[in-house]
């Protein structure tokens, strides 16, 4: 489904009620994971009917992505002149709080999609795609600012390593991701990889 369908099918619901539903998809997925979350218990915890989530979003996959995706703001947008003051800046869009909730919500999505193509298939469509062509109009302007080399063998793995960063620290530390850990692996990783300075 693209998301001008998506947008038209939504189109009923006010935007107030569809950040209600879709606070409760996370907050369910957060309680049960992605296997047992059910549109009946969406229903339920959202006094709606379960036809009108299906007319809505055609299935389970893509009413979790859209409500993944509610609400982020677009890397793209953050411009501050300089791509490690975005990247700083990006990290700072979420408290260590929310990044710990965010971070193991995240790691339950991942583990579903082994298994789930219909999910799979949606969070490429929905999140991934989104996010890699924000990263490369970051990326882009930090090219025409002579910060990064256009032919750096690094860029195409921008995305790659801020997700790194992210997931392996509870994998490897034991620890959820922080603010600090973030911007200092910004620094010691991922700005040397694109040639850009860190002072």
Same mark, same amino acid.
């Given at each position: ?10 189109? +009923? ?18 309680? @049960?994971?992605?296997? #047992? ?9 959202? +006094?709606?009917?379960? #036809? ?9 996959? =893509? ?11 677009? @890397? ?14 990006? @990290? ?11 971070? #193991?919500?995240? +790691? ?17 469509? =929905? ?12 990326? =882009? ?21 801020? @997700? ?36």
């Amino acid at each position: 489904m693209t998301e001008a369908v998506a947008a038209t099918r939504r189109s +009923r619901i006010t935007p107030e009620r569809e950040a209600e539903l879709y606070e409760a998809v996370l907050d369910l997925l957060r309680e @049960v994971g992605y296997d #047992a979350l059910t549109m009946d218990a969406v229903a339920a915890r959202t +006094r709606s009917s379960k #036809a009108t989530l299906y007319r809505q979003w055609g299935g389970k996959a =893509q009413l979790v992505v859209m409500a993944l995706r509610h609400g982020k703001r677009h @890397v793209e947008d953050i411009d501050t002149g300089s791509l490690r003051g975005d990247l700083h800046a990006l @990290v700072a869009l979420e408290d260590d709080c929310t990044m710990e909730r965010n971070s #193991a919500l995240m +790691r339950g999505v991942a583990m579903a999609m082994h298994h789930n193509d219909d999910l799979r298939q949606a969070f490429r469509a =929905q999140l991934v795609e989104p996010e890699m062509g924000g990263f490369r109009q970051v990326l =882009q302007r930090a090219i025409d600012r002579g910060e990064v080399r256009p032919d750096c063998p690094a860029i195409d793995f921008l995305l790659h390593m801020m @997700v790194g960063g992210f997931a392996t620290r509870a994998l490897l530390d034991d620890q959820p991701p922080t603010g600090a850990f973030l911007t200092s692996y910004i620094d010691a990783v991922v700005l040397p990889a694109l040639g850009v300075p860190t002072s």
